[in-house]
């Protein structure tokens, strides 16, 4: 009498669940660094927008407040001719004007300009990026 041997060939041996028939526990998907990255590189933009911004508004200020003759001895005006000149450290007479208003409209203005430029430039950059 001859015995046959029967091989199974069915792939549910190969099965590794747990339980069959019920979803396997695997771990969460890993999360998207995309859009932490966008996210992270558009809060970069709104900072250097925001610096921008407020190194020329101090510009600005300080030529309004001169232009308005007010009172150099008073701190608030102090602190924003000091802020002022710091910011325009390199620009510092390159207009040399007779007229004592233009001069200063000019020399803080026009790094007031700069920053605006380059500050929203950068920032429109990293938002395209």
Request: charged share 20%; net charge neutral; hydrophobic share 45%.
């Given at each position: 009498m001859q015995t046959r041997h029967y091989v199974r060939s069915d792939?549910?041996?190969?099965?590794?669940?747990?339980?069959?028939?019920?979803?396997a526990y695997n771990e969460p998907p890993a999360p998207d660094r995309?859009?932490?990255r966008q996210a992270t590189t558009r809060?970069?933009?709104?900072?250097?927008?925001?610096?921008a911004d407020i190194a020329a508004g101090l510009l600005g200020l300080w030529i309004l407040?001169?232009?308005?003759?007010?009172?150099?001895?008073n701190v608030f005006v102090e602190f924003v001719r000091g802020t002022a000149d710091r910011l325009s450290?390199?620009?510092?007479?390159?207009f040399?004007?007779?007229?004592?208003?233009?001069?200063?409209v000019l020399n803080y203005g026009l790094p007031a300009v700069i920053y605006l430029?380059?500050?929203?430039g950068i920032?429109?950059?990293?938002?395209?990026?």
């Open positions: 792939t549910s041996v190969r099965n590794i669940d747990p339980a069959p028939g019920y979803q995309s859009v932490h809060r970069t933009a709104i900072a250097i927008c925001t610096i407040l001169f232009l308005l003759d007010a009172n150099r001895e450290w390199w620009s510092q007479d390159i040399t004007m007779d007229t004592e208003g233009l001069r200063v430029l380059i500050g929203h920032a429109a950059r990293l938002n395209r990026a």
